[in-house]
Every structure is written in structure tokens, then in C-alpha cells.
């Protein structure tokens, strides 16, 4: 599936790829227990099963690239570094919270990690992606934009829109599609007309079609570093298709039964974690590093839920505040 | 001083701020070597060249989208929308997006930009190209939005919205393009939320926009050359922010209080001006307040359907003067 065969990372690489996957996984499990137990708000969209998608990609990036996700983007939050606490406090709309309970799971935000948003409209963040890009190339930074989107996205006139223009400005920038198969609760196939929704779009846009595995990180990795260098080149835009599998449904209420049973089955047997697991002690890796990889994500979930669980609720004093740079929501004199 | 047209001071404007600060950029459809379709942007492609300057598809999300972007890492972008209209095709990405990003972020992200469009009546183009939006805009926390009347005030308000860091919409109003107006000398810079009395009275007072600023001027000519009637006429120049004292400050004056909205009649942006001087200037009064606007109706294309649904000078004068009479 994937166009390029998988690397054979160095062990730290690899090792690195793991930590933040498992990371991601026990976050988003817990998260989604700590829903059921009324602690988590609103609504929350996992990417359980999609990890290798925001690990691959994280770890080819440098530190200022920029990172644009959906509104299930906690995974592309993590996997840029930011702190599990403000994160769950966000999501249990604490004081703690990353954008101080303003946000909400829908729109995760670490600017000084260059993850620049979580977008909760389809598609609105391609062409934000797209401006991103355009800055960096205006400024000469090289730096590049990632934005990740879910399938869904591909039927949406913002993806076309930002696609031509990124094509046409040879901006640097990656789309990167996370095919889970599903857009909310219909399959992607019985809604779009071409098998691939992003790939076989590409040639739309002067671009190679591109599909990876997205269950094998190492793949993701390798597309990551090929397209980032591309786009850090001066070579312009590149669209990635990641094959890959939400393991629950749409949201927190959605518990994704219109799924055939051997479908998900078979997806679960390609789990990006334990496959990867299995493949870094087929190499030699020791399984007690992995076993204390898996041991220090519990903890660091422990640790931030129970900083969360202590933190307060916001002040109602915050309600009127940054809503402009001045910290103020005055309009009026 | 130089006299300018409204039309050339968007272009100076423009000049003024990419001249100052190299991170200013201009984006939209055919701003660049056409000049745009009203020559708003004449010469500016000549001058600051193409990475400057960028021609972009019919792509309304896209453009504002990036301008989006761009604005969150560290460009100070001006988008044109060429039609105000067109805010309905971008309207995610200005009333979810833009408006929202900081707050929603709780201050990580900015987002200075400036959209400029062309909006407002007269020129016959139809009810998707004729509209007046600045009330769809400034019901949208998070946008700041201005609407000059003048060639000075266009530099002056393009300025303060290119430097002000957050995201303003600039209206530019096309029955202005081609009215002409003294532009100061060296830098013209009017800070957002200062209105400007352009007429001053001790009978009513006359709170309009754009366009309509110089038919409430002509108007409280009228009335004064006709009925004795000294109307003060009070050109807001921004909605967000507002410059509430002023308008409270000249009823407390006048203790009557008139608006003229190009706007449909339906939560036009005089709503919330009778709103407040009802809240807050309610013991000044001494007549109702009165909105004069747009009927709540789409906007015809044919001459004289367009001139009659627009508050016209002689609907002004017939109401201001009804208005004051019956209330004697």
C-alpha cells in the first residue's frame, strides 16, 4: 500500500515513535472513561487506532514547523509535545486547562508548540494551513505547515480551494488525509466519487497521488521526512492519503455499530501499537524497555488526571476577557 | 494637503502601511497587475511586487483562510473580498475562525489582519452585489469593523486597522469610489472608535455611515435652509468599536436621536445604537427614536427602484421633519 517500503529507523527513532504513540493511547482510553464517568464534557473525538498518523509525522518535523489539526486532534497535541495536565484539564473545562476552559476538546491549542489549532469545521483549516505556509515562505523561515484532516474533508470546497492555491503558491505545506474509512457515520466510499477521497484528487492539483499505510508508523515517518523535505526544498505542497481506522465511532456518542463486526476485527488485529511492538522486538528490542515505556505513559496519565481532578473550575471573571489583544471584550466606549 | 478620490486613497492607504512595516501583504482577486476590478489597488503591484502583492483564484475561503493563517504567524495580511456579498461564501472562516481563534485560544493566537471589501449600494448591480453588511459583522464577537466616508478617513481607518492587532474589516463603499476629499499630508492615521461630527446641531441629532453620511449632511442642510431645524450629524466611521459617548454626548444635546442605515430594516447596526441611547440616554429624550433604512427587502437593480429603496435626502428631510413636528 504504502509507495515507499518501510525505513529501518535508528532504535531512539523507533523507540520515540512508540513512547508517543502509547502516550497517545492511554490519554485518549482514559479520556474516554473519564467521559462515561462525567468528568469529560461536552463532546470528544477520539483518534484511537490513528496514532501512528501524528506520531510519524511529529517526529519528522522541526520544532517551529507547524502543526493544523481536526477536532480530533488530541493525538497531534501530544505528539508535538504538549502537556498532558492543561490537556485533560481543558477537557474536564478546568483552570488548568490548556486555553483556560475557553476551548474545549474540540479545539486543542499549544502555540508555543506550534500546534496552532484544532479546527471543529471541516475543511476551514486548509486554507489556514495554506496561509501558514505562505508566511513562512514570505518570511523565508523554512519552516512548513502539517495539516492533518480526516477523509470526510476531501467533499468539502475549502480542501479544493486550499489545494489549487497551495499548488499554485508552491506553498510549503503537507496535507496529510487520515482515511479512517468513515466520515461521521457513513462510509467514505459510499459518499465520494473516487476510491482514494485525497489521493485520487491529487492529479487535480499537478500533484503525485500519495497512500501510506497509516498503521505503520514507520511508513508515516518515512512519507513524513520525504514530503517535509520536499515542501522545506522549495518543491511546494504534497497531499498524503493515510489508510488507517478509528477504533470507536465518530464521537463520544456514536458507538459506531453501523460497522461490520469483521471489519473492525480486522482493523483491531492491525493495531498501529501492538503491531509496532511486535515488530520492534522481531528486531531485538527488549521487551522490558517497551513494558517500561508503557509504564511511564500510564503514569504521566495518572499524573495529569489527577492534576486536573484538583484543579478548579475558571473563574466567571475570565468570561470577558481575550476576546481582543488587549485582553478586554470591550466594544465600546 | 492633496485632494484624492476615495478610490486612489484605498491605494495610498494601502501604500502607507506596506511602506512602513515589510511584513504588510495584499492578497485577493486580480488586486494585482489589473489593480483590482473598482482600481482600488492601482500601482501597488508595480511598486511592491509580486510576493507583496498576490493575485489569488475565486476562492473566497481560500483567501481569507490564509490570510488567516499568515496573520496567526507573524504576516500582517489585507485580503480583499471584491464584493461584500462574498462574505457569505467566507463566513466560516470569518465568523468561526478569525472571530473566534484568540478567544477560543485564550490568547495564544492573534489574528491581525484587515479584510477589505466593497460593499453598499448604487451602482445597480442587483441584490448579490449591492449589499451593506456592516451589521452582519459586527454581530460576530471578535471582528472590529469600519466604514469610512471620506478619502482621508480611508487612509486614515486603513491604517489603524492595518496596525491594530486584530482582525478588522475594512467596508469601503462603492458609491464613494469616484467622490473626491482633501487627505493630509505625511502619515494619516484616525484611531478605530472615534466618531466624527460632521455637522453640528441643537435639535436632533443624525447618526449615519458611508454612504450616508453625506445624504444626513445634506439633509441637515436642507432643514436648516427650510424649517429652522439644526440637526447634528454624527458619522460613526466604526461600529466596533463604537464611540457610544459621542452619539450619548450629542443627544444629551439634541434629546432627539436619528439614524440612517443603508442597511435592511432587521437588526441593522442603528438597532443597536437606539438600543443603547435608550438604555443609557433615555432621560435626554424628547421624541422617539427613529431608524431610517433600507426596507426589510433585497436589494433591486433598476435605477430608480434602487434610489427609492436606499434612504434617499428627501426621505431624510420628510421624516426628520414629520418626526420633530408631531412630537411638538
Redesign the interface.
Known amino acids: 500500500m504504502a509507495t515507499t517500503k518501510p525505513a529501518l529507523a535508528d532504535l531512539d527513532l523507533r523507540l520515540g515513535l512508540y513512547r508517543v504513540m502509547v502516550a497517545c493511547r492511554r490519554f485518549e482510553t482514559r479520556a474516554q472513561e473519564l467521559f462515561f464517568e462525567g468528568l469529560v464534557r461536552g463532546t470528544t473525538h477520539l483518534g484511537i487506532g490513528q496514532e501512528a498518523v501524528a506520531a510519524g509525522f511529529a517526529a519528522a518535523m522541526r520544532a517551529d514547523d507547524?502543526t493544523f489539526a481536526t477536532y480530533r486532534g488530541h493525538n497531534h497535541a501530544l505528539a508535538r509535545g504538549t502537556p498532558m495536565g492543561p490537556l485533560y484539564g481543558e477537557l474536564f473545562g478546568r483552570a488548568n486547562g490548556l486555553?483556560?476552559g475557553?476551548?474545549g476538546s474540540m479545539?486543542i491549542?499549544?502555540?508555543?508548540h506550534h500546534m496552532?489549532?484544532s479546527?471543529a469545521?471541516v475543511g476551514?483549516?486548509?486554507?489556514?494551513?495554506?496561509?501558514?505556509?505562505?508566511?513562512?515562505q514570505?518570511?523565508k523561515s523554512g519552516?512548513v505547515?502539517v495539516c492533518f484532516f480526516g477523509d470526510g474533508t476531501t467533499n468539502i470546497?475549502?480542501f479544493h480551494?486550499?489545494l489549487?492555491?497551495a499548488a499554485?503558491?508552491k506553498a510549503p505545506v503537507v496535507f496529510v488525509c487520515e482515511n479512517n474509512q468513515y466520515m461521521e457515520y457513513t462510509a467514505i466510499a459510499a459518499v465520494t466519487a473516487v476510491a482514494r477521497p485525497a489521493a485520487d484528487r491529487a492529479s487535480a492539483y499537478g500533484l503525485e497521488p500519495i497512500v501510506v499505510d497509516g498503521n505503520d508508523v514507520d511508513a508515516v515517518h518515512e512519507v513524513a521526512v520525504a514530503t517535509l523535505g520536499r515542501a522545506r526544498g522549495g518543491d511546494g505542497p504534497s497531499l498524503v492519503e493515510a489508510i488507517t481506522y478509528r477504533h470507536g465511532g465518530h464521537s463520544r456518542a456514536d458507538p459506531g455499530t453501523y460497522r461490520p463486526a469483521d471489519e473492525v476485527s480486522s482493523w483491531l488485529a492491525r493495531d498501529p501499537i501492538t503491531t509496532y511492538r511486535a515488530r520492534l522486538e522481531a528486531v531485538g528490542v527488549d521487551a522490558a524497555d517497551l513494558d517500561r515505556i508503557e509504564a511511564e505513559a500510564t503514569a504521566k496519565v495518572a499524573a495529569a488526571e489527577a492534576a486536573a481532578r484538583e484543579a478548579p473550575e475558571p473563574s466567571p471573571d475570565?468570561i470577558e476577557?481575550?476576546?481582543?489583544?488587549?485582553?478586554s471584550?470591550?466594544?465600546?466606549? | 494637503m492633496a485632494e484624492l478620490t476615495y478610490r486612489a486613497a484605498v491605494a495610498a492607504g494601502i501604500a502607507q502601511e506596506m511602506d512602513r512595516d515589510p511584513t504588510v501583504?495584499l492578497i485577493g482577486e486580480d488586486v494585482g497587475a489589473a489593480g483590482g476590478v473598482f482600481k482600488l489597488t492601482e500601482g501597488l503591484f508595480d511598486r511592491f511586487g509580486p510576493?507583496r502583492v498576490?493575485d489569488?483564484?475565486i476562492?473566497e475561503?481560500?483567501?481569507?483562510?490564509?490570510?488567516?493563517?499568515?496573520?496567526?504567524?507573524?504576516?500582517r495580511?489585507i485580503a480583499e473580498l471584491m464584493f461584500s456579498d462574498f462574505f457569505a461564501v467566507a463566513w466560516?472562516?470569518v465568523a468561526?475562525?478569525i472571530a473566534k481563534?484568540?478567544?477560543?485560544?485564550?490568547?495564544?493566537?492573534?489574528v491581525?489582519l484587515v479584510l477589505r471589501t466593497a460593499n453598499g449600494a448604487g451602482l445597480r448591480f442587483g441584490a448579490q452585489h449591492s449589499q451593506s453588511v456592516e451589521n452582519w459583522l459586527m454581530a460576530i464577537?471578535?471582528l472590529k469593523v469600519v466604514a469610512p466616508s471620506t478619502p482621508a478617513d480611508v487612509v486614515g481607518l486603513m491604517a489603524s486597522a492595518v496596525r491594530d492587532?486584530?482582525p478588522v474589516i475594512v467596508c469601503e463603499h462603492k458609491a464613494l469610489f469616484a467622490t473626491k476629499g482633501e487627505v493630509p499630508d505625511g502619515e494619516h492615521v484616525v484611531p478605530l472608535?472615534t466618531a466624527a461630527t460632521v455637522r453640528e446641531g441643537t435639535d436632533c441629532t443624525i447618526v449615519a455611515i458611508a454612504a450616508m453620511v453625506s445624504r444626513a449632511a445634506e439633509a441637515a442642510d436642507r432643514l436648516a435652509a427650510d424649517d429652522g431645524i439644526s440637526a447634528e450629524v454624527i458619522d460613526l466611521r466604526s461600529l466596533?468599536?463604537?464611540?457610544?459617548?459621542a452619539i450619548l454626548a450629542s443627544v444629551a444635546k439634541t434629546s432627539r436621536l436619528f439614524t440612517v442605515e443603508e442597511n435592511p430594516r432587521l437588526c441593522g447596526w442603528g438597532a443597536e445604537i437606539v438600543s443603547?441611547v435608550a438604555d443609557e440616554g433615555f432621560y435626554s429624550l424628547d421624541a422617539p427614536l427613529v431608524r431610517i433604512t433600507t426596507p426589510h427587502v433585497p436589494l433591486p437593480s433598476a435605477a430608480a427602484l434602487e434610489d427609492a429603496a436606499l434612504p434617499t435626502v428627501d426621505r431624510i428631510v420628510d421624516t426628520v421633519r414629520r418626526r420633530l413636528d408631531e412630537a411638538k
Request: proline fraction near 7%; hydrophobic fraction near 40%.
Open positions: 507547524y486555553m483556560g475557553k476551548g479545539h491549542t499549544s502555540a508555543e496552532m489549532g479546527y469545521i476551514a483549516h486548509l486554507p489556514i494551513a495554506l496561509g501558514a505556509a505562505w508566511s513562512a514570505y518570511r519552516q505547515a470546497g475549502a480551494e486550499a489549487n492555491l499554485v503558491w475570565v476577557t481575550e476576546v481582543w489583544a488587549d485582553g471584550s470591550r466594544w465600546r466606549n | 501583504v510576493d498576490r489569488t483564484p476562492s475561503q481560500a483567501i481569507v483562510g490564509a490570510a488567516m493563517g499568515a496573520a496567526m504567524t507573524g504576516l495580511p466560516d472562516m468561526n475562525q481563534t484568540r478567544y477560543m485560544t485564550d490568547g495564544q493566537v492573534s491581525p464577537p471578535g492587532p486584530d472608535g466596533v468599536p463604537l464611540d457610544a459617548q443603547l
